[in-house]
């Protein structure tokens, strides 16, 4: 599942973003959340807020109340980016196909290439 990124505004926050994403890992799973495919949609307004939909691998995850706080720290540490909301949703559910294929292949998920 590729993570949609919308940008109402000029803000090129986007990449900046994805970067500190790619920087927090899932503490049981060692990979990052967004080749995981935790990000559902990063959506940057013209005012340069920054609203994150994302998911946890389970609703009975370990970390589930400080794992937003964690993301949503990493997103305001970005130089320009105004107010940050986080929302956690677990439609739909995440499964390993949201993965992405550099995280499917350290997770050793494709053998047969």
Known sequence: MATLIINKGKSRLDKKIVEKFR???DPEIAVNIYDLGLIYSIDIDKDSNVDVTMTLTTPN??????????????VREIKGVGDVKIDITFEPPWTQDMMSEEAKLEMGFMLDM
């Open 23 to 25: 920087n927090i890992y």
């Open 61 to 74: 995850c370990p970390v589930a109340e400080t794992f937003p706080i964690e993301v949503e720290t990493a």
